[in-house]
């Protein structure tokens, strides 16, 4: 997941990518598990933690924004 998420932050993503990412990794998930039911899939999601790309995506960018914010108060406490 760490390989396929590496710098994606820094990409332009729309929600048609993060549904391409999403689909991705459920396929893997179905693979894995020998399985083609997404009910299975998402029961093995809660049961390991795995969380999917555009979950993953949307808290790095939210962290990414949070300190963007703090640095530019504190670079305005300055100015």
């Known amino acids: 997941?760490?390989?396929?998420l590496y710098d994606v932050v820094a990409c332009p993503m729309n929600k048609s990518d993060l549904k391409s990412l999403d689909f991705t990794a459920d396929r893997l998930l179905m693979k894995l598990f020998k399985t083609g039911n997404i009910e299975i899939v998402t029961?093995?999601?809660k049961c390991f933690g795995f969380e999917l790309?555009?979950?993953?995506?949307?808290?790095r960018c939210n962290v990414n924004?949070?300190?963007?914010?703090?640095l530019r108060k504190m670079c305005g406490n300055f100015m």
């Open 1 to 4: 997941m760490q390989m396929l």
């Open 43 to 45: 029961v093995c999601h």
């Open 53 to 59: 790309p555009s979950v993953i995506f949307d808290k």
């Open 65 to 70: 924004n949070a300190s963007e914010n703090v």
